[in-house]
Structures are given as structure tokens and as C-alpha cells.
T-cell receptor, first 111, second 114 residues
Framework: TQLLEQSPQFLSIQEGENLTVYCNSS?????LQWYRQEPGEGPVLLVT?????EVKKLKRLTFQFGDARKDSSLHITAAQPGDTGLYLC???????????FGKGTHLIIQP | DTGVSQNPRHKITKRGQNVTFRCDPI?????LYWYRQTLGQGPEFLTY????????KSRLLSDRFSAERPKGSFSTLEIQRTEQGDSAMYLC????????????FGSGTRLTVV
């Protein structure tokens, strides 16, 4: 059974600071998907990475996929209160059994 | 298309009662998934449909749970004889194809069993 570990579990920083959160898998990802979830809402897809070493940017968010396709990082530059939420990484598992999620990183950006 | 729609958003029920949730996926998506999320955890897979066929069920889906997707459109998830441990957020998602490149989730139904 694949295990996804996310760190840190909780992170609270001031507006304007930079941060990085991590996702590590016990096995190679089929495709790695990052989601953000706000309280009382469903997860919203941020990005999908597939190729080892891949880097994707989404405005102030930078996603890196490890060369061995077993780890990933999400870096946020100049964090804003609107970035507050639960950041989840997930593996598509090749399409069977749906997504496997990590427990997420709870991020709070204080004004 | 306004995305994946779930109803109701919140449900409070007494232990032992039956509840039913509805999910309307994005119309052109052929796959529909149900997940459960408890406090402090990521979503956990329950079951999925490709069109009207239920193709996979998790061990989490006890015999008190049943899901249907008649005609390959909307889906319902029923929980019979609810228990306090069933309290959770129930999320529906849909995808076009295998979901390899991502899923679209609904806003979920928050179930509280008292």
C-alpha cells in the first residue's frame, strides 16, 4: 500500500514570507497531483506533474517533482492570506482505485 | 457547466437513520468517484463508476453503504443504519478518463451523526 507523507503538518507564517512544503511517497508516483482545500469545501486541483525533474509554475507557486518520481515540493513566494488552506498531494495510481492522498499541510498566512 | 454539484451540503441525522447524498458530475465526464474525509485526514477513496458501472469498491465501503449511478449521469450514496463513526465529509469527484491529469471535486456533504 502506497503511503504519502506530507511535511510539515502545520505551518503558520506572516504575509510576504516564502515557504516550502513537501510530499514524499513510499513508491513511485504514477502522476502526482497537488490540490488546495479550503474549510468546508472540496479540493481544487492546482497542478499535475508526471515527468521526473519537472518544474511547473503557477503564479507565485512553484512545483518540483523529484528525479526519481518519489517526492515533490511546493514553494510559495510572498505568501498572501488567500493562500491559506490545506495543501494535499495525491497519486493517481494509474487510474485504478482513485487517488491516494497524503494527510496534507495546513497552511495559515497571517496578515 | 458549473462543475460538480453535491446535495445536501450539510446533513445532521440521528444514529440508526438512513441518509442519501446526491452528486451531479460534469456532464461530459465519464468517471465519478466518492471519497470520505475525516478531520485531519486527506480524502479516502470509497468507490468509483465508469458510466453506469461500479468498477471498484474500497474495503472502507461496508455493507451499510451503497452507491448507484443510474444511466451514467448523477450518482447517489446511501448509508443505512448510520453510526457516529460515519460522521465525515463525503466528497464526489468526476474525471474524463482515468483522472491521470486531475479530478474535479464537488464541495462535499458534511454528515454529522448524533
Amino acid at each position: 500500500t502506497q503511503l504519502l507523507e506530507q511535511s510539515p503538518q502545520f505551518l503558520s507564517i506572516q504575509e510576504g514570507e516564502n515557504l516550502t512544503v513537501y510530499c514524499n511517497s513510499s513508491s513511485v508516483f504514477s502522476s502526482l497531483q497537488w490540490y488546495r482545500q479550503e474549510p468546508g469545501e472540496g479540493p481544487v486541483l492546482l497542478v499535475t506533474v508526471v515527468t521526473g525533474g519537472e518544474v511547473k509554475k503557477l503564479k507565485r507557486l512553484t512545483f518540483q517533482f523529484g528525479d526519481a518520481r518519489k517526492d515533490s515540493s511546493l514553494h510559495i513566494t510572498a505568501a498572501q492570506p488567500g493562500d491559506t488552506g490545506l495543501y494535499l498531494c495525491a497519486d493517481s495510481g494509474g487510474g485504478a482505485d482513485g487517488l491516494t492522498f497524503g494527510k496534507g499541510t495546513h497552511l495559515i498566512i497571517q496578515p | 457547466d458549473t462543475g460538480v454539484s453535491q446535495n445536501p451540503r450539510h446533513k445532521i441525522t440521528k444514529r440508526g437513520q438512513n441518509v442519501t447524498f446526491r452528486c451531479d458530475p460534469i456532464s461530459e465526464h465519464n468517471r465519478l468517484y466518492w471519497y470520505r474525509q475525516t478531520l485531519g485526514q486527506g480524502p479516502e477513496f470509497l468507490t468509483y463508476f465508469q458510466n453506469e458501472a461500479q468498477l471498484e469498491k474500497s474495503r472502507l465501503l461496508s455493507d451499510r453503504f451503497s452507491a448507484e449511478r443510474p444511466k451514467g449521469s448523477f450518482s447517489t450514496l446511501e448509508i443505512q443504519r448510520t453510526e457516529q463513526g460515519d460522521s465525515a465529509m463525503y466528497l464526489c469527484a468526476s474525471s474524463l478518463g482515468s483522472g491521470f491529469y486531475g479530478y474535479t471535486f464537488g464541495s462535499g456533504t458534511r454528515l454529522t451523526v448524533v
